[in-house]
């Protein structure tokens, strides 16, 4: 069974930095592209990031560049999601995914698997 956990999230002040994790289970890792994704209330769910186990390529969405980053510790299936120079616009409920890719991740893709998201709230 695939399962991918999400942890990290909280309550921060504008400026702050937080870091997501994502632990992926029952599935070979390196086949498999991690995405980043948020749902705001009242928003439809938009990518933030991916990672790809392939290639260790990046992805962000502009309005992130420069603040979030992503990485990967393999020996651990687990991804990371670096938050910095929060915003209160980037509070949502954020969700790992898995995209059985081989090669560059994309956001656009139909992630197969998804974690159950962990809220991050970002008070001005």
């Known amino acids: 069974e695939v399962q991918l956990v999400e942890s990290g999230g909280g309550l921060v002040q504008a400026g702050g930095s937080l870091r997501l994790s994502c632990v992926a289970s029952?599935?070979?890792?390196?086949?498999?592209?991690i995405g980043w994704f948020r749902q705001a209330p009242g928003k439809e769910r938009e990518g933030v990031a991916c990672?790809?186990?392939?290639?260790?390529?990046?992805y962000y969405t502009d309005s992130v560049k420069g603040r979030f980053t992503v990485s990967s510790d393999n020996a651990k299936n687990t991804v990371y999601l670096q938050m910095n120079s929060l915003k209160p616009e980037d509070t949502a409920v954020y969700y790992c995914?898995?995209?059985?890719?081989?090669?560059?991740?994309?956001?656009?893709?139909?992630?197969?698997?998804w974690g159950q998201g962990t809220q991050v709230t970002v008070s001005s």
């Open positions: 995914s898995a995209d059985f890719r081989l090669g560059p991740c994309t956001l656009l893709a139909k992630y197969d698997y």
């Open positions: 029952g599935l070979t890792f390196a086949y498999y592209g």
């Open positions: 990672f790809s186990s392939t290639d260790g390529s990046t």
